[in-house]
């Protein structure tokens, strides 16, 4: 379709304004293309303003545009944005590179190890679209949802939690994002601190300070956040939030060992805090992981944990639909806040999801994935050890999307980033993955999921190091 339409295109200086452009037919016969193509090309220069398509007349070539832009002075924004910046408890000014970075398309050859998301040979492009479409024939498609979400996908959601958890206990919300941005503006006041694992995910910490809070770091180590150090930081800080990934923590691939589950909801419960727990990863498990350990929230009768879980890392970063879940009077002010910013998730999005999770295909999509995730860490991981001896992988995990290497002291993260940009692969910053300013030791996180096997090679050169 680009392509008719780049050479359509082309050819509009042939037709003055207003001059009839060759009917569908002689386009479809002259560019042997199908019907559906040249209609979509029309389309889009219908969109870009070059053509006019009248119904059973056929498309013309646009007038052209007259108009000049005004050139306005837009300088007094820059008062206008600054006023009282210095005593405002919620930022106007929000820094969404760390953000960027997962969703901004990479350079034309670069191997992407920085993204959040599946590579598109992963995705189950098919099978979404065989959803979607069945779910735009459903009766009442383009009508308005209930708030709450579907019933039918509430339900689902509910099953996968597990536990005593209800359709009654859900939310449907537009992603995992989204959700996390809804728990904590309910759950922590502007300006108070939140505490969060240290590393921890650059979105999360990009929500929280543009929700005017405090992230206030807890270390982490293979077995997640540590009890002790938690104990101690709600005690300091008075926090009543923690944000946690229970199941393989993005970056560091951590899984909260069985004792630390227990004591982390029964530390916040003394706290009289709540636990946020991000659980983005439940459906990457690798092939050979263990039997995965259920959801805090599917133990919890106390309503301490806000769960947050979404479609969209083991889908397409377009399809945007997730859940809260969360028990007693906090759902009612996460539903008033979800109503009040954007009212409700599209229908024919909930529709499409319920058809995906619905159909035979969604377990083997889950299948494959699992196995193909696999097949990337290991590669990758024995890449790491052939090419990059120098980095220290302690850690190696059974699930999600991230290894998190150690660089040595002599070595600093700009210099292996800037390397391994010279031969064209992107790595995340570990900065954008921490509170503190600087760290003298610094790893940096590598994704499995983007990047194929067959590239690994092309990292480094062979007997490579970070130092060049």
């Given at each position: 379709m680009a392509e008719?339409a780049?050479?359509?295109?082309?050819?509009?200086?042939?037709y003055?304004?207003g001059?009839?452009?060759?009917s569908s037919?002689a386009?479809v016969?002259?560019?042997?293309?199908?019907?559906?193509?040249?209609?979509?090309?029309?389309?889009?220069?219908?969109?870009?303003?070059?053509?006019?398509?009248?119904?059973?007349?056929?498309a013309f070539?646009?007038?052209?545009?007259?108009a000049t832009p005004a050139?306005?002075?837009?300088?007094?924004?820059?008062?206008?944005l600054?006023?009282?910046?210095?005593t405002e408890?919620?930022?106007r000014?929000v820094?969404?590179?760390?953000v960027?970075?997962?969703l901004?398309?990479?350079p034309p050859?670069?191997?992407?190890?920085?993204g959040g998301?599946?590579?598109p040979s992963?995705?189950?492009e098919?099978?979404l679209?065989?959803a979607?479409a069945?779910?735009?024939?459903?009766p009442?498609?383009w009508?308005r949802p209930p708030?709450?979400g579907?019933p039918?996908l509430?339900e689902?959601?509910?099953?996968e939690?597990g536990?005593s958890?209800?359709a009654a206990?859900?939310?449907?919300?537009?992603?995992?994002?989204s959700?996390?941005?809804?728990?904590l503006r309910a759950?922590?006041?502007?300006?108070?601190?939140?505490?969060?694992?240290s590393?921890?995910?650059p979105?999360m910490?990009?929500?929280?300070?543009?929700?005017?809070?405090?992230?206030v770091?807890?270390?982490t180590d293979?077995d997640?956040v540590?009890?002790?150090l938690?104990?101690?930081?709600f005690r300091?800080t008075?926090?009543r939030?923690?944000v946690?990934?229970p199941?393989?923590?993005n970056?560091?691939g951590?899984?909260?060992?069985p004792e630390?589950?227990?004591?982390?909801?029964a530390?916040?419960?003394?706290?009289?805090?709540?636990?946020?727990e991000d659980?983005?990863a439940?459906?990457l498990v690798?092939e050979?992981?263990a039997?995965?350990p259920?959801?805090?929230a599917?133990?919890?009768?106390?309503g301490v944990?806000v769960h947050?879980?979404s479609?969209t890392k083991p889908?397409s970063?377009s399809l945007?639909?997730g859940?809260?879940?969360a028990?007693?009077?906090v759902?009612?002010?996460l539903?008033?806040i979800?109503?009040?910013?954007?009212?409700?998730?599209?229908?024919p999005l909930?529709?499409?999801?319920?058809?995906l999770v619905?159909?035979?295909?969604w377990?083997?999509?889950l299948r494959?994935v699992?196995?193909?995730?696999?097949?990337r860490?290991d590669?990758?991981?024995?890449?790491?050890?052939?090419h990059?001896?120098e980095?220290?992988?302690?850690?190696?995990p059974?699930?999600?999307?991230h290894?998190w290497?150690?660089?040595?002291?002599?070595?600093?993260?700009?210099?292996l980033?800037?390397?391994?940009?010279?031969?064209?692969v992107?790595?995340?910053?570990?900065?954008?993955s921490?509170t503190?300013?600087?760290r003298r030791r610094t790893?940096?996180a590598?994704?499995?999921g983007?990047?194929t096997p067959?590239?690994l090679?092309?990292?480094w050169?062979?007997?490579?190091s970070a130092?060049?």
């Open positions: 008719l780049k050479s359509l295109k082309a050819e509009l200086d042939r003055s304004p001059g009839k452009l060759p037919r386009l016969e002259r560019y042997r293309v199908s019907p559906v193509t040249v209609t979509r090309a029309l389309a889009q220069l219908a969109a870009e303003g070059l053509v006019v398509t009248r119904p059973g007349a056929g070539r646009a007038e052209p545009r007259t050139v306005g002075d837009t300088s007094w924004q820059e008062v206008a600054s006023a009282d910046s210095t408890l919620v930022p000014a820094d969404a590179s760390g960027l970075v997962t901004s398309a990479p050859g670069m191997i992407e190890f920085n998301y599946l590579h992963l995705q189950p098919r099978a679209a065989a979607l069945r779910a735009g024939r459903r009442g498609a009508g708030t709450d579907l039918e509430r689902w959601f509910a099953r939690i536990g958890v209800t206990d859900i939310l449907i919300t537009a992603g995992g994002q959700a996390i941005t809804t728990a759950l922590a006041a502007p300006g108070t601190p939140v505490l969060v694992e590393p921890t995910y979105g910490l990009a929500v929280a300070r543009a929700s005017g809070l405090r992230p770091p807890v270390p293979a997640g540590r009890p002790d938690l104990e101690a930081a300091a008075g926090a939030v923690l946690c990934q199941l393989f923590q970056p560091t951590a899984v909260l060992g630390r589950r227990r004591a982390v909801v530390i916040a419960r003394a706290a009289g805090a709540f636990v946020v659980d983005f439940r459906r690798h050979d992981a039997p995965l259920p959801p805090l599917a133990d919890d009768p106390d944990v947050v879980c479609l889908t970063a945007r639909v859940a809260l879940a028990r007693g009077p759902l009612e002010r539903r008033a979800q109503v009040v910013d954007s009212f409700f998730v599209p229908r909930q529709e499409a999801a319920l058809e619905g159909s035979p295909a377990g083997r999509h494959a699992s196995q193909e995730l696999k097949s860490r590669a990758l991981a024995g890449a790491l050890a052939l990059l001896p980095l220290t992988l302690s850690h190696i059974s699930g999600g999307y290894l290497p150690r660089l040595p002291d002599t070595v600093p993260e700009s210099a980033h800037a390397a391994a940009l010279r031969t064209g992107a790595l995340a910053h570990a900065a954008s921490s503190a300013a600087r790893p940096s590598i994704s499995v983007p990047a067959a590239k090679s092309r990292m050169p062979a007997g490579g130092q060049k």
